[in-house]
């Protein structure tokens, strides 16, 4: 009786503190599935150019290209400048609707609140986002007239590596990684509950 007795509390022990493991292990997922920092000017694409860093990568030799290239680039960032001034109030609002329905989705482990919000957010940033494209176009068109072929698509190359620096790693991965956990656990849990009422039937 006492081996019995000794068993079942042993038993009981193991689940208790196995259930809690599991809890711990999927809170720490799911803080690991969100985004770190909320950043609403990378979300827009805001970008300001380094012009000697430019210079040098794009191996500009001659004085005057130089001097067009940084005047291109100066005039580009001004505009972004003047961009990210004006639209600061919509920057905060961003940030603030972020970080409140982030806090939601760890409060709640659902992630599609972060999916749904993110696609609202892209919806305020979106008049800023149509501007940005349109310096970028303006400051394309006039490298494109100033620099040589291989130049021009070194150029391009180093864009897309600036922007692609501004987008979050791994996020949208991270979030559906969370959300079929979170569906792997509840299926779990149904089969449990199931297997359970099957067993008081008998």
Do not use: C
């Amino acid at each position: 009786m006492k081996s019995l007795i000794s068993i079942l509390i042993f038993i009981l022990f193991f689940s208790t503190t196995l259930f809690s493991q599991q809890r711990g292990n999927h809170g720490n997922s799911s803080q690991k599935a969100m985004p770190q920092k909320i950043n609403p000017k990378n979300m827009a694409g805001i970008i300001s150019y380094d012009f000697d860093e430019v210079i040098k990568k794009l191996k500009i030799k001659e004085t005057p290209i130089k001097n067009i290239v940084s005047k291109a680039i100066t005039t580009h960032n001004n505009k972004i400048n003047e961009l990210k001034t004006f639209n600061y109030e919509i920057f905060n609002n961003v940030k603030s609707f972020l970080t409140k329905k982030r806090n939601e989705a760890k409060l709640s482990r659902d992630f599609t609140i972060m999916t749904e919000a993110r696609m609202k957010a892209n919806e305020m940033l979106a008049p800023i986002r149509d501007k940005v494209i349109t310096q970028k176009s303006i400051l394309n068109t006039t490298l494109k007239k100033e620099l040589s072929e291989k130049q021009f698509k070194k150029w391009l190359k180093y864009q897309q590596g600036k922007l692609k620096e501004l987008k979050p790693k791994n996020t949208q991965q991270s979030m559906q990684s969370a959300q079929n956990r979170q569906q792997i656990q509840r299926n779990g849990q149904r089969n449990r509950q199931r297997q359970s009422m099957n067993g008081r039937r008998y």
